[in-house]
């Protein structure tokens, strides 16, 4: 089972700046695409950026110019900066993984798509 353990966010003005974190751990064989997702209250789950393990990214329209993610390949590692925050980008983050993970006994890697826990991003005048 591959986890995955967000850190960063918390409280910030309009206008300011956060960094959130990913590290993916596990029985990784392979980690394909990673990206962050937000929930608002009485909102679906949206894409926020992804970035694949050949560095090339997709951004929502909303935070195109704002947000920049990146990875570190070799740290397992998806990193998401985050300027210009405005109050709509109040949410719930959370870190996605999808790739293939060792299975014991198998010899063919296993698929996943992993959430991490969730982290908390409030923007407030």
């Known amino acids: 089972q591959v986890h995955l353990v967000e850190s960063g966010g918390g409280l910030v003005h309009p206008g300011g700046s956060l960094s959130l974190s990913c590290e993916a751990s596990g029985n990784i064989y392979s980690i394909n695409g990673m990206g962050w997702y937000r929930q608002a209250p009485g909102k679906e789950r949206e894409l926020v950026a992804r970035?694949?393990?050949?560095?090339?990214?997709d951004y929502a329209d909303s935070v195109k110019g704002r947000f920049t993610i990146s990875r570190v390949n070799a740290m397992n590692t998806v990193y998401l900066q985050m300027n210009s925050l405005k109050p709509e980008d109040t949410a719930v983050y959370y870190c996605n993984a999808v790739g293939y993970e060792v299975v014991a006994g198998q010899s063919v890697p296993r698929p996943y798509d992993s959430w991490g826990q969730g982290t908390q991003v409030t923007v407030f005048s």
């Open positions: 970035v694949t393990s050949g560095h090339s990214t």
